[in-house]
């Protein structure tokens, strides 16, 4: 799982969530966008560690289960005044935010697909760019 999610790193509550148990992947996802935005490729600052798997990786592992109200194996692990959205299909065809390293269940809060979409578009592009540059 090194490539497909990390502990998280902001602020957490005990409360709600275990983060010795849970890891994210939204957090990774936001920087990956928000360094896309502004010109800032990982790889090419930092090649010790394999960025694109890295991206790809937890690009995909939150794909992986898509949120269905009417799977009662998984349950938020968020504040409790969004349940119901939860339980009317509010959320459905978003993704979750966090992996229990322990159970292997996903769950916790939810993506929004916009943020996966911007991800897996850049993933695309950087795939295509090599391909020009490095011709086979």
């Known amino acids: 799982m090194l490539y497909n999610t990390k502990p998280v790193l902001s602020s957490s509550d005990w409360y709600f969530a275990n983060w010795v148990l849970d890891h994210v992947q939204w957090e990774v996802l936001r920087v990956f966008t928000e360094s896309t935005a502004k ?3 990982w790889a090419e600052i930092d090649p010790e560690i394999d960025w694109d798997r890295y991206h790809e990786g937890i690009t995909m592992a ?3 289960w898509m ?4 799977d009662y194996t998984w349950w ?6 969004t349940y119901e959205g939860y339980v009317n299909g509010d959320f459905d065809c978003c ?4 992996h229990n390293s322990t159970s292997g269940e996903y769950g916790g809060m939810f993506i929004l697909p916009d943020l996966i979409a911007v991800n897996i578009y850049t993933i695309l592009d950087s795939k295509k760019n090599k391909q020009d540059t490095y011709p086979e």
Request: hydrophobic share 35%; glycine share 4%; proline share 15%.
């Open 67 to 70: 949120i269905d109200h009417r």
């Open 95 to 98: 993704y979750p935010d966090a």
């Open 76 to 81: 938020p692990n968020n504040l409790p005044h």
């Open 39 to 41: 010109g800032i490729f």
């Open 62 to 64: 939150a794909i992986r």
